[in-house]
């Protein structure tokens, strides 16, 4: 049973935190708090450090709900390990396919996504490339009509509810479908020019670019890019010094930009294509949405034989990929393929399966509100008390360790490659990132100076300009993780 806890004002801290059960040092405790309030006046903390039996350490605010930022990804993740089949498996079901369709006296190339992260159509790509497809068809026919994208396997749903409209032009808010080719990005290299002209731009021609920008010497490298969500004319402001840039620049059609690309590589290998580039989009329905629909949602109508299908590496390595590096695109792919298994491969489907995975840890319903799979929603709030709870819970599970693996490691990799090297966590601390505007979140495992294993969940919301909450956080982690 939880002991009471009594609710004190922490003026440094600016927020309420609750008063440290008897179980917890309070010297440490104070300590910890005295290090938050350190970072300035405004933020707001949340806090909880346990051991694997449950026993707290220390709790700041334990209960209250935070934005988790890319936190979120966690859940994800874990609810591929417990739902998905052999996800150390070659990915037989996720590839892309081609397939011929032919009718009206002509013949049509359809690219079929099936929710794989990593068809690639790199010049250098040697695994689950799209190469391959455009190989099948020039070796069965030298003239098609029309190529056509089909993403319909996932309603069409480009970005989350609580998504901020201004990551659509960049990497992070890239659109989201079943057929995703080069990670929804297009690249573009800036090269410097000559002083006060414009610099030279390399890219592919999918994109009309307004170069705007400027070559200057003596100053840094300050580049902007603008572009309306569905328009193919990008902006580009700003300056650029004496070293190149590389810019990677959000496709609002994944599906189009698939078959663009594919058109390209078919006319390379001397397929005539008449035709023009098309879509097949799914739109979302009342049944995508397990609250409004009665029953199990209608099976998914049988697509035609290929005539060639790639099968990826195994989802076990984007699962690693997507905690590392916090990969937005790739999780959000993957709460649309959990939410195959019993749903459409909707939004709400994947959520549901999520808060189903979470019940099933003992998160209570109001420590845990989800609206996507990547953190970027700022609908989203946990408690780090739920989160404390769900990976205590995932620790047990059958694949606890493989879970565990996939968190960045303090001063080793992904985006924990920097922070707490060359301390006493390095190597030793196995936690999952997120940040957001004003947001900075750090949840996962560390082993204490004892040996023993120590869960965590660390927030920090609201945090005002040129505050180092994250800094605040780590030191109270190296602080807590010596005296245990």
């Excluded at 440094?12 to 309030?37: H, I, Y």
Aim: hydrophobic share 40%; proline share 7%.
């Amino acid at each position: 049973m939880r002991a009471r806890t009594i609710a004190i004002r922490a003026v440094a801290l600016g927020l309420t935190v609750a008063a440290a059960p008897p179980a917890l040092s309070q010297n440490l405790q104070k300590r910890v708090e005295a290090r938050l309030a350190e970072a300035g006046a405004g933020t707001r903390f949340g806090l909880l450090v346990a051991t694997e039996d449950g026993r707290e350490i220390v709790a700041i605010a334990p209960d209250s709900r935070f934005i988790p930022a890319s936190n979120t990804k966690m859940f994800t993740t874990a609810a591929a390990f417990a739902t998905l089949p052999g996800v150390d498996a070659p990915d037989s079901e996720g590839g892309a396919a081609v397939r011929l369709e032919t009718g009206r006296g002509a013949t049509d190339v359809v690219l079929e996504g099936r929710g794989d992260a990593r068809l690639s159509s790199r010049a250098d790509c040697v695994q689950d490339c799209l190469a391959e497809l455009a190989d099948a068809v020039a070796a069965r026919t030298r003239a098609v009509r029309d190529v056509i994208g089909d993403d319909s396997l996932f309603p069409d749903q480009r970005w989350s509810p609580g998504m901020s409209w201004n990551n659509i032009p960049t990497r992070s808010g890239t659109g989201i479908s079943a057929l995703t080719l080069d990670d929804n990005e297009l690249v573009v290299e800036v090269l410097p020019g000559v002083p006060g002209q414009a610099p030279r731009l390399e890219h592919a021609s999918y994109y009309t670019i307004d170069n705007r920008a400027v070559t200057v010497t003596g100053g840094g490298t300050n580049l902007s890019v603008d572009r309306m969500p569905g328009s193919f004319l990008v902006r580009l402001t700003g300056t650029i010094g004496a070293e190149p840039e590389r810019l990677r620049l959000g496709i609002d059609d994944p599906a189009y930009y698939a078959a663009w690309r594919l058109k390209a590589l078919l006319e390379a290998r001397g397929v005539r294509v008449a035709g023009a580039v098309q879509v097949q989009h799914r739109p979302l329905r009342p049944y995508d949405d397990p609250a409004v629909r009665n029953g199990a949602p209608p099976p998914r109508p049988p697509q035609s034989e290929p005539l060639a299908q790639l099968i990826p590496p195994p989802l076990s390595d984007n699962l690693t990929l997507i905690n590392k590096i916090s990969q937005n695109l790739h999780a959000e792919l993957l709460l649309r393929r959990v939410a195959l298994e019993d749903g459409t491969g909707s939004i709400a489907d994947g959520v549901a399966a999520v808060k189903r995975m979470l019940a099933q840890a003992g998160v209570p319903k109001e420590q845990a509100e989800l609206s996507d799979g990547s953190g970027m929603s700022t609908y989203n709030r946990f408690s780090p008390r739920g989160i404390v709870t769900f990976l205590g819970w995932a620790r047990k599970q059958p694949w606890g360790d493989a879970y565990r693996a996939t968190l960045p490691v303090g001063g080793v990799d992904g985006t924990l490659a920097r922070r707490f090297k060359g301390t006493a966590l390095e190597g030793r601390i196995f936690a999952k990132t997120g940040s957001l505007n004003a947001t900075s979140a750090l949840s996962g495992y560390l082993l204490a100076k004892s040996g023993q294993t120590l869960i965590f969940s660390a927030y920090a919301n609201d945090v005002p300009e040129g505050v180092a909450a994250s800094k605040a956080v780590d030191d109270a982690l190296l602080a807590i993780a010596a005296e245990n």
